[in-house]
């Protein structure tokens, strides 16, 4: 009973430290609740099956397999972003960690490891430090505008269409047949969340605005 009680315990802690990764750092940027479920079930089986194995050297063999199966895991109907993988390879990661070092009583290395990648995520999800762009693949019909002395034309022409703050451009496959480009365009996702946080403030200020003409 007891042991059984020092699972629990420690499942409440390893889940602490998953709510923290999934709900505060994941969710906020992605807005995707996909792969929350995911993330959750995967992290608390594997933390049970490894906390039931009380042998230590069986324990450690079955968590790596765990951990190598799930890392290369696809799903046929639905390939996993390279992101969400990422999520999901620590997530697998922390739980086989995580029983090793509560049931060894390793809490300091437990506290060094779970709070370093908490950090790590952190700061990467807030980009400080790093410019990210973001591309996304169109279907140009304008032919034409692809040449090199038309580019900033074409430019325009897809800002113009998408709303998209585009820094670059790259020209993909040529369909002649048909008129068109699969054209590469990559934008700044710091300045598209400006213009976001601009466009939101100026509803409320619209909002506010209609509310005193009450």
């Known amino acids: ?20 990764i999934v709900r505060l750092i994941y969710y906020p940027q992605q807005r995707d609740k996909h792969y929350v479920f995911t ?7 594997v933390f049970f099956v490894m906390g039931l194995l009380n042998n230590s050297d069986i324990s450690v063999g079955v968590g790596f397999g765990l951990f190598a199966i799930f890392s290369i895991l696809r799903y046929r109907t639905d390939t996993i972003p390279i992101r969400e993988m990422t ?7 922390l739980p086989v960690l995580n029983s090793i070092l509560l049931g060894g009583e390793g809490y300091a290395e437990f506290a060094v490891a779970n709070l370093a990648t908490i950090g790590v995520l952190f700061v990467l ?3 400080w430090g790093f410019e990210y762009e973001i591309r996304k693949t169109i279907t140009y019909e304008r ?3 692809i040449r090199p002395e038309n580019w900033p034309q ?5 800002e113009e269409r998408t709303g998209l ?5 790259e020209i993909g496959r040529l369909n002649f047949l048909r008129d068109t480009a699969q054209i590469n365009v990559y934008y700044d996702a710091r300045a598209l969340e400006s213009q976001h946080v601009r466009f939101a403030t100026s509803e409320g200020a619209f909002a506010g605005d209609a509310g005193y003409d009450d």
């Open 125 to 127: 999800e807030k980009g």
């Open 39 to 45: 993330f959750f079930v995967f992290n608390t089986i």
């Open 154 to 158: 074409l430019k325009a022409d897809l």
């Open 165 to 169: 703050p585009i820094k670059r451009i």
């Open 143 to 145: 032919i034409d505008m």
């Open 87 to 93: 999520y999901l390879f620590v997530l697998i990661a």
């Open 1 to 20: 009973m007891g042991e059984f009680v020092e699972i629990l315990a420690n499942f409440a802690i390893n889940f602490a430290i998953v709510f923290v």
